[in-house]
């Protein structure tokens, strides 16, 4: 069964950077939407920014964009977040959401990650 795997969460300090990674595991993806999404406590999950795989196209939350790029590596099933210029509001777990299409399976298949916690201090 695919899972898909979050990491590369940590405590940083304001203005610092850190690279998340979700990566998909027990099947071959031909091909990927994955969203990032984020929820900081007592808020709501909200997006933050996705990616079309065969397409490459990207889309940015206004609060993040300039700051966070998204990138993907169908040859590893992996799909980054590098996210620099951190600030305190970028404080959330953040969790990848991916719709893939799997090899040899029809259709496509909705797979969220468990989340990884990023924690900037100011």
């Known amino acids: 069964e695919v899972q898909l795997v979050e990491s590369g969460g940590d405590l940083v300090q304001a203005g610092g950077s850190l690279r998340l990674s979700c990566a998909a595991s027990?099947?071959?993806?031909?091909?990927?939407?994955i969203g990032w999404f984020r929820q900081a406590p007592g808020k709501e999950r909200e997006g933050v920014s996705c990616i079309a795989g065969s397409a490459g196209s990207t889309y940015y939350a206004e609060a993040v964009k300039g700051r966070f790029t998204i990138s993907g590596d169908l040859a590893k099933n992996t799909v980054y977040l590098q996210m620099d210029s951190l600030n305190t509001e970028d404080t959330a777990v953040y969790y990848c959401?991916?719709?893939?299409?799997?090899?040899?399976?029809?259709?496509?298949?909705?797979?969220w990650g468990q989340g990884t916690q990023v924690t900037v201090s100011s």
């Open positions: 027990g099947s071959t993806i031909e091909d990927y939407y």
């Open positions: 959401k991916g719709d893939l299409k799997i090899t040899y399976r029809a259709g496509w298949y909705e797979y």
